[in-house]
């Protein structure tokens, strides 16, 4: 897993400590592939970059279409069926929502405000560490995901396009 996405110097403190911490944690939980920060209208926050992962073979593309885009995609996705679902159910707040596949595993957290983390891992993850570490993420970056922060992270993300 190679670190997330270059953090500029001009970003507020705030966004730096955000980007830190995604960067604990790709570096401390063996079996990601893939790591993204989501808006609650779907727009990728903050991401790993899938598409230099070191750990990729030939049978395993690395994440999904080797682009944190499209996993920003699938996490507002599964996020807003997991919502609905809970709605309907009666069931309150989603806190996580995890799918096994063959070649891997699907982790969505709700982080505050409607900003989803998610996680792409491989199929032989330790999915109780990714889930840990990844509650972890969201109890530190809950509290300063603040609008303002969310638009700087957006406009960051914008201008490394």
């Known amino acids: ?3 997330p996405t ?12 955000l980007h830190w911490l995604l960067t604990n944690l790709v570096e401390e939980v063996p079996g990601l592939l893939s790591v993204a920060v989501v808006s609650s209208d779907g727009l990728l926050l903050l991401s ?3 598409g230099h992962n070191a750990e990729r073979t030939a049978d ?12 920003a995609t699938i ?3 599964v996020g807003s069926l997991t919502i609905g679902a809970a709605k309907l159910m009666d069931g309150g707040g989603v806190k996580q929502t995890m799918v096994a596949m063959e070649e891997g595993s699907l982790f969505v957290m709700s982080i505050s405000d409607g900003s989803l983390l998610g996680v792409h891992a491989t199929p032989d993850c330790d999915m109780s560490v990714v889930a840990y ?6 109890g530190r970056a809950g509290h300063v995901l603040t609008p303002e922060l969310r638009s700087e992270l957006r406009q960051s993300m914008e201008s490394t396009r």
């Open 1 to 3: 897993m190679t670190a």
């Open 6 to 17: 270059p953090v500029s110097s001009a970003l507020s403190s705030a966004a730096r400590n």
């Open 48 to 50: 790993s970059d899938p």
């Open 60 to 71: 395993h593309s690395g994440g999904p279409k080797g682009s944190s885009a499209d996993l």
């Open 75 to 77: 996490v507002s996705g």
């Open 133 to 138: 570490h990844m509650a972890l993420f969201v």
